[in-house]
Each structure stands twice: as structure tokens, then as C-alpha cells.
T-cell receptor, first 112, second 113 residues
Framework: ETGVTQTPRHLVMGMTNKKSLKCEQH?????MYWYKQSAKKPLELMFV???????ENNSVPSRFSPECPNSSHLFLHLHTLQPEDSALYLC???????????FGSGTRLTVV | KQEVTQIPAALSVPEGENLVLNCSFT??????LQWFRQDPGKGLTSLLL?????REQTSGRLNASLDKSSGRSTLYIAASQPGDSATYLC????????????FGKGTKLSVKP
């Protein structure tokens, strides 16, 4: 365990479903991030939160909706996804923006 | 905009060999650079974080160097072992204080027994 916990580890959902990914850290970090990792592509930054406030939205489609209720928890709400959204979704946290990142183990998402 | 390139894309070596992985970045105004390891289907494990004021960092058999002026970093692995087989990722922040990490595509390392 790295200190960043992601659930579920695996998720299969239909294109009309609504689901949520959860990320939790108890490292006392103030910044949290969502990344997407598709096959044969570099990790893509999706969202950045610093002290619960969103500081970056990297042109992510609105079918992905993040939520950060406090500095320890981060959610990614999913609805009407496409098969090309199938990927490994990784959450990370850092003490501050720009400090060293700690990643979770990821959620493997398959959209059918 | 920050772009990170890693060479080679894949590397296969016999056990016991010393090896070097290369990373280059376009925006040298960085305050740190981080190396990660990723096993298949898993998350990322942080290996080394080099601050801009440092030239290198060491952890066990791993040594990472940073040359901001040339936009390069190297990860040196001494006496490689089959357990070192994984994908190694280099990441540099995207300018300013945003702290957003930009990743390379990684180097897939295979160490043969």
C-alpha cells in the first residue's frame, strides 16, 4: 500500500451506466490528481485539486465529473461513457503542488 | 508546453548488467523531476525525486541525475536483476507553480536470468 487507496480495482460498465471511482489518501497531502492511462499512450493528466479547489481541467469531456469534498478524498463520476474511455485511471496525491507524487494502484475501467 | 521523451522505448539485458535509461524534457524551468516504476497493470511506484538544486539522487542500486541546462535526466541501474523488469517512467512538471506532472511514454525494461 502506498497510502493512496483507489476503489474499485476493476470496473465494467455499459455506456448508459453511471458509476463513480473513489480515491482516498491519509498522507496529509493537500493536492490530488486524476490521470488516465491508455494503451501505448503516456499518462494523461485529467484534473488537479489543491486544498479541495479544482485548479486544472485538462479539456476533459463532461461525461467525466470530478468531486473533491475534502483534501483526503477524490471522486470521479462517470456517465454515458464510450468504449474508448476504457483505460487505467490513476489517482495521485502530493503534499503541495509540485512536490513528489504518490500514486494509487488504479482502477481498470472497461466500457462495453 | 512541457514535453518529455524517453529513450529507448524498450530494453532487454542479461542479469547483472549495468544500464542507463534516458529522459529529456523541453521546458528546463522545472523545480524537480521524478522517476517511477510501473509493473504491468499496476499503479506507479515512486523511485527517486530530484530537486532542481540537486544534481543526483541515489537509492540502493538506483542513481538518477539531472542536468537542467541540457534538459536531460538519466536513471542508472546497477547490477540489474530479473525483479527490475518493469516500465520506467520519467515525469517533469509543467511550468510555473501548477505542479502538473507530464510523463514520458516510458522505457520497458526486461532483465533476463
Amino acid at each position: 500500500e502506498t497510502g493512496v487507496t483507489q476503489t474499485p480495482r476493476h470496473l465494467v460498465m455499459g455506456m448508459t451506466n453511471k458509476k463513480s471511482l473513489k480515491c482516498e489518501q491519509h498522507l496529509g497531502h493537500n493536492a490530488m490528481y486524476w490521470y488516465k492511462q491508455s494503451a501505448k499512450k503516456p499518462l494523461e493528466l485529467m484534473f488537479v485539486y489543491n486544498f479541495k479547489e479544482q485548479t486544472e481541467n485538462n479539456s476533459v469531456p463532461s461525461r467525466f465529473s470530478p468531486e473533491c469534498p475534502n483534501s483526503s478524498h477524490l471522486f470521479l463520476h462517470l456517465h454515458t461513457l464510450q468504449p474508448e474511455d476504457s483505460a487505467l485511471y490513476l489517482c495521485a496525491s502530493s503534499r503541495a503542488l509540485g512536490a513528489g507524487y504518490t500514486f494509487g494502484s488504479g482502477t481498470r475501467l472497461t466500457v462495453v | 508546453k512541457q514535453e518529455v521523451t524517453q529513450i529507448p522505448a524498450a530494453l532487454s539485458v542479461p542479469e547483472g548488467e549495468n544500464l542507463v535509461l534516458n529522459c529529456s524534457f523541453t521546458d528546463s524551468a522545472i523545480y524537480n523531476l521524478q522517476w517511477f516504476r510501473q509493473d504491468p497493470g499496476k499503479g506507479l511506484t515512486s523511485l527517486l525525486l530530484i530537486q532542481s538544486s540537486q544534481r543526483e539522487q541515489t537509492s540502493g542500486r538506483l542513481n538518477a541525475s539531472l542536468d537542467k541546462s541540457s534538459g536531460r535526466s538519466t536513471l542508472y541501474i546497477a547490477a540489474s536483476q530479473p525483479g527490475d523488469s518493469a516500465t520506467y517512467l520519467c515525469a517533469a512538471p509543467y511550468g510555473g507553480s501548477q505542479g502538473n506532472l507530464i510523463f514520458g511514454k516510458g522505457t520497458k525494461l526486461s532483465v533476463k536470468p
